[in-house]
């Protein structure tokens, strides 16, 4: 960018600068609907919602060239740190017990979708299980980790949305909108309380 300053003035004056710009790529946005952990019941389908993953470059709901890969495994394992083509797929079928989140051990799941589904049906009532979601686009990449609980039953399903002001790092200048939502028999008796908490590098104030 250049700018010009003259002044009428005998002899004339002219001055100008010339500055540059370096335009860096905003850093990709991984999300989970339903935030870091949820309770699920066995037996049910689990949906998996990156829809909130995020370009904020582009508009929302824009994921072109996006690239999404999940991964399972039990809360005690470890999920693999190689490169992500190497991580073996895994189905809901009846392993030897090799752990992961169907006993075949840690791996990813086929679908590479914004939404999946997983099968609760060969996980293990009172275990939980980790789901890494897996954002990459071009040279940027994200991660996010969803811890979800096994229990009996039909626990609600409530999920929190963000309607304005949704980046990792909010404005202080502009008010954060949420909603929720819930599904299942449990929410006609519902009652919503608010908490909000205030987190340091060291734990939760």
Known sequence: MEGKTALESNPPVLNSTLGFFNI?????IADILGGNKVTRGKGSVITLDASASRDPDVEPGNYTSMQFTWLCKRREET?????L??????????GPGGGGCFGTGVGKLASNLTVVTLETSLMTVDRSYDVKLVVTKDDRKDEFVQEIKIVSGNPPNVIIRCLINCDKIAS???????????TGDPCERAKYHWKLNVVH?????
């Open 24 to 28: 860096t790529k905003s850093p990709i």
């Open 85 to 94: 083509d190497s991580v073996p797929v895994i189905t809901a079928s009846s």
């Open 172 to 182: 202080e200048s502009t008010r954060i909108s949420l909603t929720t939502e819930c």
């Open 79 to 83: 999920f693999p740190t190689g490169p």
């Open 201 to 205: 590098f060291g734990g939760v104030e």
